[in-house]
């Protein structure tokens, strides 16, 4: 991955920054795009770019991309991975109100739409690339009381396949990764989450203990790199064995 420019989206901190991490350590250079820190986590990384952005902003997402092709000539990868979860509301789904189901459907799927729409076009040009859109293994479970964030990850399962059919003949590969309920930096900072789903998602794995950010990494890096070079279209599911899919 020596020469590659990856963009992470929600990269400074969380299951976005140890994806960050993994992709820097293969050889590729990090940007760092996030509503808040983006600069100051870019600046652990060798050469790092951090640009402020709001992923579900059509004008700031073009601002991001332009910036990127102005500092770094390209882009090989982009790892779509800002979203909401943990601030997120248990409830009913008769009770999520509707300005909440639009703002979750705005930047867990139209961001993604927003970032492969400008990414695609700079990947074309050189010859191809690599995304990789993170879900959650809720889609495949049916988790209740979360009806706005489940449908939108299961969007992005569905997205990520139509995606890769339109673009295989352009060299861009489309794959998904779904990670199960894990203790990120995000996560943490709500203990009314854990409290309700910690318990209940470990012992439901196969491997029953924590599921951390650095978990998620193996198979994000193997997405982008060479190895990877005819998988597209794909959903990977990384809970621990609490889903087989």
């Known amino acids: 991955m020596h020469g590659k420019v990856a963009i992470v989206t929600g990269a400074a901190q969380g299951i976005g920054r140890a994806i960050a991490q993994g992709l820097s350590a293969a050889g590729a250079r990090i940007v760092v795009a996030d509503l808040q820190g983006a600069e100051e986590a870019a600046a652990a990384f060798h050469h ?11 004008d700031d997402v073009r601002r991001l991309v332009d910036e990127v092709v102005e500092r770094c000539a390209t882009i090989d990868i982009l790892v779509n991975n ?14 999520i109100p ?57 969007a992005i399962v569905a997205f990520t396949r139509a995606l ?11 794959n998904c990764v779904a990670p199960g309920f894990t203790m990120s930096a995000g996560v943490e900072a709500h203990p009314e989450v854990i409290e309700k ?18 978990d998620v990494v193996g198979a994000v890096v193997f997405l982008c790199g060479p190895g ?7 959903s990977i599911v990384i809970d621990g064995g609490q889903t087989f899919h």
């Open 228 to 234: 990877s070079d005819f998988v597209t279209g794909q």
């Open 98 to 154: 509707l300005d909440e189901w639009r703002k979750v459907m705005d930047v867990n799927v139209a961001s993604m739409f927003l970032t492969c729409r400008a990414v695609v076009p700079v990947m074309r040009e050189h010859g191809g690339g690599k995304i990789v859109n993170i879900s959650s293994g809720t889609p495949f479970r049916g988790v209740p009381f979360l009806l706005h964030y489940v449908t939108s990850k299961g």
């Open 197 to 214: 789903l910690r318990d209940v998602s470990v012992s439901a794995r196969t491997l029953q203990r924590d599921q951390v950010p650095e």
């Open 48 to 58: 790092g770019v951090g640009v402020t952005v709001d992923v579900a902003n059509e």
């Open 82 to 95: 800002a979203g909401l979860y943990a601030s997120l509301e248990m409830r009913p789904f008769d009770q």
């Open 164 to 174: 890769a059919k339109e673009l295989g003949t352009d060299g861009v590969l489309v």
